[in-house]
């Protein structure tokens, strides 16, 4: 079961910090989620590591709207400068590989991507703050996400490619440098399946939701029907090779 965030209910995740998180030449964090408010002036974070590498959801001045990719990087702020339909689910990511920002935006009702990009060059800095799905680690923790959030991922020095990340959108994906994959599961603590065991603690009311998740998890997040995901003991490899055939092993890599 997936857990839903809202503004009305407080309820967001934050990851203790640890040098798991400290990426500094590159990154990749995405998730699903499903915007169903924003007001002007917004930025509502979806998964932010304050000041370090976050993706918002934002209904401010121009260009900031829409899905939104920044890293500490100057200049690396991304977004789609528009806001897109709400209620809907939305497979985003964010990368930053030592020369270039990118947001990329998978649609599931529409079954389209969309890529923004700008070329910039820095190293990531570090802090202590903690990760945070679903609000930031600011006074109160506001600015929280209004929506659900599922299967929210973060690798470190790692930019995923175009490919990579779109096979996560169905798939857990390299195991290479993942160092966050929280399925969202309606537990607290949040259970850590990348092995690192950064389990997450929920602050607000508990309220679940399906994962919006392809064959892996037996959900297509356009379509109708709606079901849980499969066990923990059932390794992505198994279901890797049941439903696309790739070879074990071929997804693995060095962390």
Request: glycine share 10%; proline share 6%; hydrophobic share 35%.
């Amino acid at each position: 079961m997936a857990r839903v965030f809202s503004d009305s209910v407080f309820e967001y995740v934050r990851i203790a910090s640890h040098a798991d998180l400290d990426a500094t030449t590159a990154v990749t964090i995405m998730c699903w989620a499903y915007p169903t408010g924003v007001a002007s002036g917004d930025w509502q974070h979806v998964i932010s590591k304050w000041n370090l590498y976050l993706l918002r959801f934002a209904d401010a001045a121009a260009p900031w709207k829409g899905w939104v990719f920044s890293t500490s990087v100057s200049g690396s702020g991304i977004a789609q400068e528009a806001v897109p339909s709400l209620n809907r689910w939305y497979h985003v990511a964010g990368t930053y590989d030592g020369t270039t920002s990118k947001l990329r935006v998978y649609d599931a009702v529409t079954k389209t991507v969309s890529n923004y990009t700008t070329a910039i060059s820095g190293t990531i800095a570090t802090n202590s703050n903690l990760l945070y799905l679903g609000s930031y680690q600011g006074t109160n923790e506001i600015n929280r996400f209004n929506g659900r959030i599922a299967h929210a991922k973060m690798w470190k020095n790692l930019a995923l490619s175009d490919a990579e990340i779109d096979l996560c959108r169905w798939y857990q994906g390299p195991y290479r440098a993942l160092k966050v994959n929280m399925p969202i599961l309606g537990a607290s603590p949040e259970p850590d399946f990348s092995g690192n065991d950064h389990s997450g603690t929920v602050g607000g009311t508990s309220i679940a939701d399906h994962p919006p998740i392809g064959p892996w998890f037996g959900f297509d997040p356009g379509g109708d029907g709606q079901v849980a995901p499969p066990p923990p003991s059932q390794t992505i490899l198994d279901y890797e090779r049941k439903f696309r055939g790739v070879r074990r092993g071929s997804w693995r890599g060095v962390a």
